[in-house]
């Protein structure tokens, strides 16, 4: 594995924690942040795999870009565009006063992530 590609696992691993934890809070739960943070997690998967692969990236949090990028490298990964579209969107659209997440936006924010995450996992070589 290259060098960077762990603090990107890591810190991908960091974001999945926090928004599992978040979203199982008894009192004042954050769906916003549980949204955020599943996005950047499946950023910065993202970015491991490019990394990995030794493929330039921009700096962005557009995870379809992100992808495009990706699938050329590893192509089981496509199947997830559809659900990475409304992903990227959490990057911003839950930080400022508008719009907020709800429960049920939360925990399907989550389960996604989970299913990217795991394969992402397999296309580093690494346990689910």
């Not at 769906?31 to 950047?40: E, M, T």
């Not at 950023?43 to 795999?49: R, S």
């Not at 989550?110 to 070589?125: D, E, N, P, S």
């Amino acid at each position: 594995m290259t060098p960077l590609t762990p603090e990107w696992i890591e810190k991908a691993e960091g974001d999945f924690t926090v928004a599992q934890l978040v979203l199982r809070a008894r009192k004042r739960t954050n769906y916003d942040a549980v949204c955020f943070h599943v996005q950047q997690c499946v950023e910065k998967y993202l970015k491991a795999i490019l990394q990995e692969h030794d493929v330039r990236f921009a700096k962005t949090h557009d995870l379809i870009v992100l992808l495009d990028d990706v699938v050329r490298v590893v192509p089981l990964m496509e199947p997830f565009r559809e659900s990475l579209v409304v992903l990227t969107d959490f990057a911003v659209d839950f930080r400022y006063p508008g719009d907020s997440a709800t429960k049920e936006t939360a925990r399907a924010a989550v389960k996604q992530c989970a299913a990217i995450r795991a394969a992402a996992r397999v296309a580093l070589g690494l346990p689910e």
